[in-house]
C-alpha cells in the first residue's frame, strides 16, 4: 500500500478556528484528482498538535467517509497519553483506516528498547499495518538506525517507515540495504528531496496537497523508467516546493495560502500559535506558483 505519491491533507479551519470539514472535503476531492491513490491525514502539516482529542476523532471519521475507499488511507496518531493513541488508532480502525503512523511522543520520551516497546504496544492494540515517523526536526527525537531495525523485528506490524532525519537518504538507504527491502520506506519533506529518495530505493513520497498532481505526475514518469523526464519535472516543482519548506510552521502557512488562492479551500486560516505571511511573502508565493503553472 501507499506506494507512489501519498500526499499529507492540510486541516482547513473557518476564521473562527473551527473545523471547515466542507473545505477538507475539497481538498481530498483535489488530491484524487490530481492522480494520487493514496492520502494522509494527522502528519504534521495537518496541525493535529492544535486539536483536541475529540476533534481528531471526528476529523479521521469525517475523513475516511469523505475519502469512501477511493484512495488508500493512512491517519497519524499524535496524543501524549498512551491510552489516547491507541484510542485515536482504534478510532482510525473502527472508520476504516488502512495504516496508521505512529510517533515518539512529544513529553516523557522513552528512549531506545523503551521506546520500542512503546510503539509496539499500540500497534498490537491498533493491529493496523504502521508506519513510524523518524522526524527528529519536528519530533525532537533521534531515532537511530539500530533502534529502527530492532522495531522491525520485534513489531509485526511495522512495515513503513517515513525518513524524515538528517541526510535522509543516506540512512534511508542503510534501511532498504540492512531489511533486504522488506521496511518500505517513505520520504516527506514537502518533497524537495522526491527524485534522490525514488532512486534510493523509496516505495513512496509524502508531499503537502498543494503539489499533489505535480508529484504524481512525476511520479509516475518516474515509475515509467524515463528518469530524465522525472527530472525535469521535479525541478519544475523544486523552487516552490523548496520555499514552502522553510519551517513546519511556515509551510503550513503557504500551503493553506495558496489552497486558498487556487479555490480549494474557503480560509487561509491557522490556528495560533502559528506562522502569518507578510505581504512580501505571499507575492513570491504566487510568482513561484505561477511560474510552475
Known amino acids: 500500500m501507499f506506494k507512489g505519491c501519498c500526499p499529507v491533507v492540510n486541516v482547513p479551519f473557518n476564521e473562527d478556528y473551527s473545523i471547515d470539514f466542507e473545505?477538507?472535503?475539497?481538498?481530498?476531492?483535489?488530491?484524487?484528482?490530481?492522480?494520487c491513490k493514496s492520502i494522509c491525514l494527522f502528519a504534521f502539516n495537518s496541525e493535529p498538535y492544535k486539536l483536541s482529542f475529540d476533534e481528531k476523532v471526528e476529523t479521521i471519521k469525517q475523513f475516511l467517509q469523505m475519502v469512501d475507499k477511493r484512495m488508500e488511507t493512512l491517519v497519524g496518531l499524535v496524543e501524549n497519553s498512551l491510552g489516547d493513541v491507541i484510542n485515536l488508532g482504534k478510532a482510525a480502525k473502527e472508520y476504516g483506516a488502512d495504516g496508521v503512523i505512529l510517533y515518539p511522543p512529544a513529553l516523557s520520551t522513552p528512549q531506545g528498547a523503551a521506546l520500542v516497546e512503546y510503539f509496539k504496544t499500540i500497534a498490537d492494540a491498533v493491529d493496523l499495518p504502521v508506519m513510524i515517523q523518524d522526524n527528529p526536526r519536528s519530533t525532537g527525537v533521534t531515532m537511530p538506525l539500530e533502534m529502527l531495525l530492532d522495531a522491525f523485528r520485534d513489531i509485526e506490524q511495522f512495515n513503513y517507515i517515513k525518513v524524515e532525519c538528517p541526510i535522509p537518504m543516506r540512512k534511508m538507504r542503510e534501511i532498504i540495504k540492512r531489511t533486504d527491502g522488506k521496511l518500505l520506506c517513505y520520504n516527506g519533506n514537502g518533497g524537495i528531496f522526491a527524485i534522490d529518495a525514488f532512486i534510493s530505493g523509496a516505495t513512496g513520497i509524502m508531499p503537502g496537497a498543494l503539489l499533489a498532481g505535480e508529484f504524481a505526475e512525476m511520479t509516475k514518469t518516474f515509475e515509467s523508467g524515463n528518469l530524465e523526464e522525472?527530472?525535469?519535472?521535479?525541478?519544475?516543482?523544486?523552487?516552490?516546493?523548496?520555499?514552502?519548506?522553510?519551517?513546519?510552521?511556515?509551510?503550513?502557512?503557504?500551503?493553506?495560502?495558496?489552497?486558498?488562492?487556487?479555490?480549494?479551500?474557503?480560509?487561509?486560516t491557522v490556528r495560533k500559535p502559528g506562522v502569518v505571511l507578510t505581504d512580501f511573502e505571499k507575492e513570491e508565493l504566487l510568482n513561484l506558483y505561477k511560474r510552475l503553472n
Do not use: H, M, T
Not at 473545505?23 to 492522480?35: H, P, R, W
Not at 522525472?230 to 495560502?257: G, H, M, N, T
Open 230 to 268: 522525472a527530472r525535469d519535472k521535479f525541478e519544475k516543482i523544486l523552487p516552490l516546493a523548496w520555499y514552502e519548506d522553510q519551517s513546519l510552521e511556515f509551510y503550513v502557512a503557504c500551503e493553506k495560502f495558496l489552497l486558498k488562492e487556487i479555490g480549494v479551500i474557503k480560509s487561509d
Open 23 to 35: 473545505s477538507l472535503k475539497s481538498e481530498i476531492d483535489f488530491i484524487y484528482n490530481g492522480g
